[in-house]
């Protein structure tokens, strides 16, 4: 008996190895936090929106004379918010994904829908520790499906970031994140 339990054990821990072990979100930590009850974004909104799934949002930050943020929506809506106080406090520990861009928004194919954030680089051809550090961002198309124009693969947003056209690789580099609504705060972390 317990031979049979020692080798039930062992199975289960080789289980989980393999090219997906299992961890859904990266260990590379974001920290944004964004309070739209300040800002009133109406781009960032229509991602926050529970009731609008397959919205996602782009954001960024850019200087400009100050800080911005940058919000592009997958249908077309563009805006930029300076930072606030608050945001010029934190900026020191400001992560916004792996190389200045997270996509964020409810995947529409849940009931709840589900809260994504995802970075905007290709997890496959993007490397944080690449000299000299080359960008490879993700452009989302009105259906949630976010192409690389390097490695020509496309990744469906509304279902956890998966390869759906293109060789195999590594699905999307995923983020914790919650909202508390519309013009709620945003949590990337």
């Given amino acids: ?10 199975l289960t821990l080789l289980a989980g190895c393999g090219e997906n072990s299992g961890y859904e979100f990266s260990d590379y930590h974001c920290n944004l936090v964004l309070d739209n009850s300040k800002h009133l974004d109406a ?10 799934p ?10 400009k004379g100050g800080n911005y943020y940058t919000f592009r929506n997958n249908h077309g809506l563009v805006s930029e918010k300076p930072f606030n106080g608050i945001d010029l406090r934190l900026q020191n520990n400001l992560r916004v994904g792996q190389n200045n861009g997270l996509v964020v928004g409810f ?6 829908p589900q809260f994504f954030a995802y970075d905007q680089q290709c997890p496959n051809c993007f490397s944080l520790n690449a000299i000299p550090m080359r960008s490879y961002p993700l452009v989302v198309d009105n259906l949630g499906i976010a192409r690389c124009s390097n490695c020509r ?13 293109g060789q195999r690789g590594r699905p999307l580099i995923r983020y914790r994140a919650s909202t508390s609504g519309v013009h709620g705060i945003l949590k990337v972390y």
């Avoid at 781009?43 to 609008?52: E, N, R, S």
């Avoid at 397959?54 to 200087?63: A, E, L, N, P, Q």
């Fill in 1 to 10: 008996m317990k031979k049979i339990t020692v080798f039930l054990l062992a």
């Fill in 43 to 52: 781009t960032l909104a229509t991602a926050m929106d529970v009731f609008a």
């Fill in 54 to 63: 397959g919205v996602f949002c782009t954001i960024g930050y850019i200087y």
């Fill in 107 to 112: 995947g529409n194919l849940d009931n709840p």
């Fill in 153 to 165: 693969r496309e990744y469906n947003l509304n279902t956890g970031g998966n390869i759906i056209t």
